[in-house]
């Protein structure tokens, strides 16, 4: 029997796995001695953020709290009453 020549796959130059950087921000634990210290802390940690910037943390924060909810299928109709039909005031 002939000896079977070894599998040997192909060299590629490019071997090396090119992936983007990532940068973390470092995350500091401030202690407070009391709340409201802590407050003070928060709104002005606050206040580094125009309200736009709030307002994207804030849909970020919701759409991550309530991601299943947000792929179930929503009926969107808005439906109108006829005027007269409507609830009287008691």
Same mark, same amino acid.
């Given at each position: 029997?002939? *000896? *079977? +020549?070894? $599998? *040997?796959t192909p060299h590629d130059k490019n071997e090396q796995v090119n992936e983007p950087v990532a940068v973390f921000n470092k995350s500091k634990l401030t202690m407070?001695?009391?709340?409201?210290?802590m407050n &003070? $802390?928060?709104? +002005? &940690?606050?206040a580094l953020f125009s309200p736009?910037? %709030?307002?994207? #943390?804030?849909?970020?924060?919701?759409k %991550?709290?309530?991601?299943k909810e947000l792929k179930k299928k929503m009926d969107l +109709?808005? #439906?109108?009453? +006829?005027p007269? #039909?409507?609830r009287t005031a008691s």
């Open positions: 029997m002939s *000896k *079977k +020549k070894p $599998y *040997k407070f001695n009391s709340f409201e210290e &003070e $802390y928060d709104i +002005k &940690e606050m736009t910037q %709030r307002f994207q #943390h804030i849909t970020e924060l919701l %991550r709290m309530f991601a +109709k808005i #439906h109108f009453e +006829k007269g #039909h409507g």
